[in-house]
């Protein structure tokens, strides 16, 4: 499942990668309303939030790291769509990256990694929420087969603006 290119390689995540995932997650918390958490994390407060993305299943945390400083580059998400056993065949999905690899095909790379790991699992669709306004990720999840299903009009308030919220829906091969 690991996928490459000579410069980026991409593996499911470990503890080892926390303080990068966090120092990436909290870049995003702190100065923009694309994730609606307000407040930074540590990594001993993520790791439960780690631990809940095994290396199989349907919720799985992938990151990409740099061949040559093994820094860590970004990361893509499965994780479950809501909490009730009905919809355990759907999953929100999710990317971010660092900073300062945007632009540079790393959520392209992880999605590809991501949607090819769970090519297997008993999966019928996957969601992922974008808070508005986000060209970028609203053209990477066109790329990967979503199509916009709605949006959620002024649904969370950070930096004491109200946010718009458009949901992307793709099918998956499973599901029984």
């Not at 056993?85 to 990317?95: F, K, R």
């Not at 632009?103 to 590809?112: C, F, K």
Request: aromatic share 12%; charged share 20%.
């Amino acid at each position: 499942m690991p996928s490459a290119t000579p410069e980026v390689h991409v593996r499911p995540g470990a503890e080892a990668d926390m303080a990068a995932l966090v120092g990436i997650y909290n870049h995003y918390v702190r100065e923009t309303a694309i994730t609606f958490d307000t407040v930074p994390f540590t990594p001993e407060g993520r790791m439960e939030w780690l631990h809940s993305h095994p290396e199989d299943g349907p919720h799985r945390l992938l990151v990409a790291q740099d061949a040559l400083s093994a820094r860590v580059l970004g990361y893509a998400t499965s994780s479950p769509f809501r909490a009730k056993p009905a919809y355990s065949t759907s999953v929100e999905v999710s990317v971010y990256c660092a900073q300062d690899a945007t632009g540079r095909g790393i959520g392209t790379l992880l999605y590809a990694a991501l949607f090819d790991a769970l090519a297997g699992e008993d999966l019928r669709r996957a969601y992922a929420g974008v808070a508005q306004p986000n060209e970028a990720s609203s053209r990477l999840h066109a790329r990967f087969g979503f199509r916009h299903v709605g949006t959620y009009e002024e649904v969370g308030r950070k930096f004491g603006t109200y946010w718009d919220v458009a949901w992307y829906e793709k099918p998956l091969g499973g599901g029984r």
